[in-house]
């Protein structure tokens, strides 16, 4: 009888050693709301789905609870983000609560960029493939459709050799992100020289849906400068009058990418 009661209460154990862990996580996070980290979750693997993101790139929020704290997943390909994931971070991009759980080497772009404007809620650090080109030529990256409205009022070169030398074109430390963050002034989007882009919002879903137009709208470019002709693109005003619009209908377009991950989300 022993024998037979002996695996069922090993398993039992087992079970009951894992929920301290997660009663820890949970309690760490404890008064954020729920929509916040989901937003997080749900926006990490959009943009894994669209190729916009693949093994690198992270999206953050501005702690509700915490202004100067922001939330952000432990390092981890974006495809595989879950809820369990989301760590809190200071304002100088220290984990609160670590734990042993690896952080992102590049948490500094949205450490400085949250010191530096209040105004945004969101952060998305891609390397996205259609972007790259635009940091690297000269060829400013402009807005050509209605869904790229937000780049019509120009988009900044941050050039991390420029102020730093020769380095590992990663932003390792504040120094580095802060010099980002001036680069991405007021604007809605920071490119980076050989290495992607920032995208930045007043809400996750915002930043994401920029982050992912931006990636569309180079494409876009890219085809229709390669047709030979001239090319015509919003203008300031088409880009304020559009980008309102995209405000509106911002959840119509999130439910339909939260429907198309969420089956990945309950395995």
């Known amino acids: 009888m022993l024998s037979r009661i ?4 090993l398993g039992l154990a087992m079970c009951l050693a ?3 862990a997660r009663a820890q996580t949970q309690s760490a996070l404890a008064g954020v709301p729920a929509e916040v980290i989901e937003d997080i979750v749900i926006g990490s693997r959009v943009l894994a789905d669209f190729g916009v993101v693949d093994g690198f790139g992270h999206v953050s929020a501005r702690d509700p609870r915490n202004p100067s704290h922001f939330l952000m997943s432990r390092s981890l390909a974006p495809a595989l983000v879950t809820a369990d994931d989301i760590m809190e971070f200071d304002q100088d991009g220290n ?21 530096a404007r209040a105004d945004v809620m969101a952060v998305v650090h ?3 493939p259609g972007v790259i080109p635009f940091s690297v030529s000269r060829t400013p990256l ?3 459709f209605h869904n790229g ?7 900044p070169v941050w050039d991390i050799g420029q102020a730093f030398g020769t380095t590992d074109m990663l932003v390792r430390n504040n120094e580095i992100g802060r010099s980002l963050a001036q680069a991405l002034g007021d604007r809605p989007v920071v490119l980076m020289r050989g290495h992607g882009d920032v995208a930045v919002g007043p809400t ?3 930043a994401v849906f920029r982050a992912y137009y931006t990636d569309v709208d180079a494409r876009l470019q890219a085809q229709a400068i390669g047709l030979g002709t001239e090319v015509t693109y919003l203008t300031a005003e088409e880009g304020a009058k559009a980008d309102t619009i995209n405000f509106v209908v911002l959840d119509r377009i999130w439910n339909l ?10 395995k």
């Open 149 to 155: 409205a937000f780049l019509a009022g120009g988009v």
């Open 142 to 144: 402009r807005a050509i």
């Open 204 to 206: 996750v879903k915002m």
């Open 126 to 128: 891609t390397h996205s």
């Open 18 to 20: 894992t929920i301290p």
């Open 95 to 115: 984990a609160v609560d670590a734990r042993g759980r690896s952080i992102f080497l590049e948490r500094f772009i949205h450490a400085e960029i949250y010191k």
């Open 6 to 9: 002996a695996p069922v209460l």
């Open 257 to 266: 990418w939260k429907q198309r991950v969420q089956p990945g989300l309950a």
